[in-house]
């Protein structure tokens, strides 16, 4: 299975988007500093995943969150 998370840091308001196949290890990897992008940043909690057959699906679902004009927005209206 795959899924297509967001993390949310409350340290500085920013959201990531992102999509694993090992949902829990991916968000710890994220809290220990371990991806560029959100090292140094975090505490990072998990607002919202959806999980996929495929990793194609999952992708594709990541793909699109990021593809809103303004995926902040987005993310803080997601219907969690």
Request: charged content about 25%; hydrophobic content about 20%.
């Given at each position: 299975?795959?899924?297509?998370?967001?993390?949310?840091?409350?340290?500085?308001?920013?959201?990531y988007i992102g999509?694993?196949?090992?949902?829990?290890?991916?968000?710890?990897?994220?809290?220990?500093?371990?991806?560029?992008?959100?090292?140094?940043?975090?505490p990072w909690e998990l607002m919202f995943s959806k999980e996929f057959e495929t990793r194609t699906e999952a992708m594709s679902f990541e793909k699109r969150l990021k593809g809103f004009k303004n995926p902040t927005y987005l993310i803080k209206n997601l219907d969690l």
């Open positions: 299975m795959y899924w297509t998370y967001v993390i949310y840091s409350s340290r500085n308001d920013s959201f999509h694993t196949n090992n949902l829990d290890d991916r968000i710890k990897r994220h809290n220990q500093n371990r991806n560029k992008y959100t090292s140094g940043k975090g």
